[in-house]
Nanobody, 124 residues
């Protein structure tokens, strides 16, 4: 049974940092593209970042590039999201996702598997 389990969320003041982790189990995802999405209260889920299965290519929503960094460790079947200079607008539930097809499909929300989400709250 495939599971994606996020961790690392919490409450932080504006300007702080958090590192999210998503551990996958149930199969090997070394040839899957992996990504992060978030959903703020009252808003639709939005793409945050994705990383190619090789780890060689990363993609970000424009407004977050420079503050967020996605990485992966295929040996651990884990994807990470380092978030810095956090702002109250970053408050959301963050979800990891994996997709065996194209990065573009993943960016558009076409994941094969989703995690349950982890809450990130940034106070001003």
């Amino acid at each position: 049974q495939v599971q994606l389990v996020e961790s690392g969320g919490g409450s932080v003041q504006a300007g702080g940092s958090l590192r999210l982790s998503c551990a996958a189990s149930g199969r090997t995802f070394s040839n899957y593209n992996m990504g992060w999405f978030r959903q703020a209260p009252g808003k639709e889920r939005e793409f945050v970042a994705a990383i190619h299965w090789s780890g060689s290519f990363t993609y970000y929503v424009g407004s977050l590039k420079g503050r967020f960094t996605i990485s992966r460790d295929n040996a651990k079947n884990t994807v990470y999201l380092q978030m810095t200079s956090l702002e109250p607008e970053d408050t959301a539930v963050y979800y990891c996702a994996v997709h065996g097809g194209t990065i573009q499909t993943l960016q558009n929300g076409g994941a094969d598997y989703w995690g349950q989400g982890t809450q990130v709250t940034v106070s001003s």
